[in-house]
């Protein structure tokens, strides 16, 4: 009996993990971008024009379509901030759930 109950629970537990590891990505849902990929431009053009900035960068990536940035600010303030991937228009900047700056709609 506890065998079978061994097995059953390794099935499930397989069942879930498999369930999980195959659902995509998912943005945060603070902003999403939406433009043709092949219009982007790189996130290095856009760690280069931030540190021209001040800005000091941790990590980047994509997320919801744009470009993520974890990086410090020039007065010291550690941020995550999203960019569009065209224009590199700053749309949301936040420090520890704090939203510093929203793009108004």
Do not use: N
Request: contains cysteine; proline residues 4%.
């Amino acid at each position: 009996m506890r065998i079978s109950h061994l097995i059953a629970a390794a099935s499930i537990a397989i069942g879930a993990t498999t369930a999980f590891t195959a659902m995509p990505a998912m943005a945060t849902g603070k902003v999403t971008c939406d433009a043709p990929k092949a219009e982007w431009k790189s996130r290095v053009a856009l760690e280069s024009k931030l540190k021209a900035e001040g800005w000091k960068i941790k990590k980047s990536k994509v997320d919801g379509g744009c470009y993520e940035v974890y990086a410090t600010l020039p007065d010291g303030k550690f941020v995550e901030a999203y960019f569009h991937p065209v224009t590199f228009e700053k749309l949301y900047v936040s420090q520890r759930g704090k939203v510093l700056f929203r793009k108004a709609d």
